[in-house]
Nanobody
Framework: QFQLVESGGGLVQPGGSLRLSCLTS????????IGWFRQAPGKEREAVAC????????NYPDSMPGRFAISRDNANNMVYLQMNDLKPEDTGIYYC????????????????????WGDGTQVTVSS
């Protein structure tokens, strides 16, 4: 059974850092394009970062600040999102998602193309 499980969210002060983790099961982490998305209260879900299958090429939206970095640990089937200098506007639920449809191109930063989702982890940036 394919599954994604996120962890690492929490309450952090502005300027702080968090590292989110996503454990994949049922498949190897480099088999599919996989990424992080977030949804703030009252807003649509948006892409944060994405990794291409096999190559690990990173893809970030132009709108996403350089404070975030996605990485992958193939040996442990983990995907990480390192977030630095967090701001209140980064508050939201962060989801790990995979495109299990077999697309082989650069990871697409479009929530609708992702076919497998985790339950999300809450990130709150507040003083």
């Amino acid at each position: 059974q394919f599954q994604l499980v996120e962890s690492g969210g929490g309450l952090v002060q502005p300027g702080g850092s968090l590292r989110l983790s996503c454990l994949t099961s049922g498949f190897t982490v480099n088999s599919y394009n996989i990424g992080w998305f977030r949804q703030a209260p009252g807003k649509e879900r948006e892409a944060v970062a994405c990794l291409q299958r096999f190559s690990g090429k990173r893809n970030y939206p132009d709108s996403m600040p350089g404070r975030f970095a996605i990485s992958r640990d193939n040996a442990n089937n983990m995907v990480y999102l390192q977030m630095n200098d967090l701001k209140p506007e980064d508050t939201g639920i962060y989801y790990c998602a995979a495109d299990t449809g077999g697309y082989v191109g650069t990871c697409r930063l479009i929530p609708d193309v992702m076919t497998l989702w985790g339950d999300g982890t809450q990130v709150t940036v507040s003083s």
